[in-house]
């Protein structure tokens, strides 16, 4: 079994910053990607943005030049710096690592941080 473990969610004003953290346990080499995902209430989950593992880094672009994404190379953990942040960021943020075993992908969520931005 694969745990997903978020922290760092927590209030902050419009210009504020937070910064999430993720980690997983589970083998670096077992990984394809790391990322995080978010929702608000009455919406669906959205990528925020992700590692491929050996890869690339993609963002959505809502939250380009704001958030960065970037991993410990020597663990299972992703971070998300959330600069800037507007309203319109508050959901809960969602740690997601996609395994692939065996030539099949799996999914493995966290339990969800929830981030709010008020004025």
């Known amino acids: 079994q694969v745990h997903v473990v978020e922290s760092g969610g927590g209030l902050v004003q419009p210009g504020g910053s937070l910064r999430l953290s993720c980690a997983a346990s589970i083998s670096i080499h077992a990984i394809n990607s790391m990322g995080w995902y978010r929702q608000a209430p009455g919406k669906e989950r959205e990528l925020v943005a992700n590692?491929?593992?050996?890869?690339?880094?993609n963002y959505a672009d809502f939250v380009k030049g704001r958030f960065t994404i970037s991993r410990d190379n020597a663990k299972a953990a992703v971070y998300l710096q959330m600069s800037s942040l507007k309203p319109e960021d508050t959901a809960v943020y969602y740690c997601?690592?996609?395994?692939?075993?065996?030539?099949?992908?799996?999914?493995?969520w966290g339990q969800g941080t929830q981030v709010t931005v008020y004025s």
């Open positions: 997601n690592l996609n395994q692939l075993y065996a030539g099949q992908k799996y999914d493995y």
């Open positions: 590692i491929v593992f050996g890869g690339s880094t």
